[in-house]
């Protein structure tokens, strides 16, 4: 199952109280203070891990609840603290608080609004989600001149307790944006490992897939197969919003069109509406840098819609392609060498 956004509510354990002991020996049975401290409580914390691509095991997990630290005891002896628990987040998580009163949303549209508090996206990054609650003092802190004898100790502190929005945006150097059918799972598999499913009708896709790209020179890139979009996805109409935020941080927009129209579709027409949905989803989406992937050339029909469309978009580079054939795919993973290729960290 994926998931790329989930609700959570993370509970840090409670710090574990000071002792008020006095050391009591055979040849010393009115001995001094000898109260141990008490335990930290557990963190509830989250790290990056590059092997983790989604937020599905929150599903199963959305209450996160560290230990409470342990008590201290006689003797000066330091109560255990409580371990901490560590969850494992995908690279590109954002990371929501989601105030009391909002509570009972639940929803993104609804959490859209919430100050985001951390952007994970380096591998081992991490970020304390709830902290520990302080262990209490124990009473040989309180030993004073005038007080040899204290009877008072503290009291562990309770841990922090919230809860949050996961949201997971996919790190890629190039998104593949279209509509339903247009390609996109097939070009994905011709240029890279990956193994998206590939079916002959739409909305196939219905999950990002990232795939790698290993160019020569040992310099790769990564682009990202979002599910195709369709009209009114700027307003969330179908999955728009979950589809779209997977764009938000690739740099180059790779815009697939059937050229060959085979679901009676105007390619021309096609790219212009994509557009618009990528505009009116996010201005800043329309300033990235973009070309058009004319798929299906081995389509009769394709090749004589290329002089036309070329015509209409002649400021913008369009790469004629068979994702289904390979025709033009060396030309385009050239291409793509050149704008997102860069050495593996």
Same mark, same amino acid.
């Given at each position: 199952m994926f998931a790329d956004h989930i609700k959570v509510h993370a509970k840090a354990g409670r710090g574990g109280n000071g002792s008020a002991s006095f050391r009591r020996e055979k040849f010393e049975p009115k001995g001094g203070p000898d109260g141990g401290d008490g335990g930290n409580g557990g963190s509830v914390v989250l790290e990056v891990d590059e092997q983790i691509d989604s937020l599905r095991d929150f599903f199963y997990r959305p209450g996160l609840k560290a230990k409470?630290?342990?008590?201290?005891?006689?003797?000066? @002896?330091?109560?255990?603290? !409580?371990?901490?628990?560590?969850? @494992?987040?995908?690279?590109?998580?954002?990371?929501?608080? &989601?105030?009391?009163?909002?509570?009972? /949303?639940?929803?993104?549209?609804?959490?859209?609004?919430?100050? *985001? &508090?951390?952007? *994970?996206?380096?591998?081992?990054?991490?970020?304390?989600? /709830? @902290?520990?609650?302080?262990?209490?003092?124990?009473?040989?802190? +309180? @030993?004073?001149?005038?007080?040899? /004898?204290?009877?008072?100790?503290?009291?562990?502190?309770?841990?922090?307790?919230?809860? +949050?929005?996961?949201?997971?945006?996919?790190? /890629?150097?190039?998104?593949?944006?279209? +509509?339903?059918?247009?390609?996109?799972?097939?070009?994905?598999?011709?240029?890279?490992?990956a193994k998206p499913k590939v079916a002959a009708y739409p909305f196939t896709t219905l999950q990002p897939m990232v795939g790698v790209l290993d160019f020569e020179g040992f310099s790769r890139g990564t682009?990202?197969? &979002?599910?195709?979009?369709?009209?009114?996805?700027?307003?969330?109409? !179908?999955?728009g919003h979950d589809f779209l935020r997977h764009i938000m941080r690739c740099r180059l927009l790779l815009f697939v069109v059937d050229l060959a129209g085979t679901d009676g579709r105007e390619p021309t027409a096609d790219v212009m509406k994509l557009r618009e949905e990528i505009s009116l989803y996010d201005e800043r989406l329309a300033e990235r840098p973009w070309l058009i992937i004319a798929n299906k050339i081995d389509v009769e029909t394709a090749m004589e819609n290329l002089e036309s469309f070329r015509k209409h978009f002649s400021k913008v580079e369009v790469l004629p392609v068979s994702a289904q054939d390979g025709s033009g795919i060396d030309l385009l993973r050239e291409k793509l060498k050149g704008m997102i290729g860069h050495q593996p960290v």
């Open positions: 409470s630290g342990m008590d201290g005891q006689g003797r000066g @002896k330091t109560g255990r603290s !409580g371990r901490d628990v560590v969850l @494992k987040v995908p690279p590109g998580t954002l990371v929501y608080r &989601i105030p009391e009163e909002e509570e009972s /949303a639940s929803s993104a549209e609804d959490l859209r609004r919430l100050e *985001l &508090i951390s952007d *994970l996206t380096d591998r081992g990054e991490r970020l304390v989600l /709830a @902290k520990g609650g302080k262990g209490g003092r124990g009473n040989v802190h +309180f @030993k004073s001149p005038t007080n040899r /004898a204290p009877v008072n100790a503290e009291e562990g502190t309770e841990g922090e307790e919230g809860d +949050f929005y996961l949201e997971l945006r996919m790190i /890629a150097d190039a998104g593949l944006v279209g +509509f339903p059918n247009a390609g996109k799972s097939t070009l994905l598999r011709q240029l890279s490992a682009v990202a197969d &979002i599910p195709g979009l369709i009209e009114g996805s700027h307003r969330n109409v !179908g999955l």
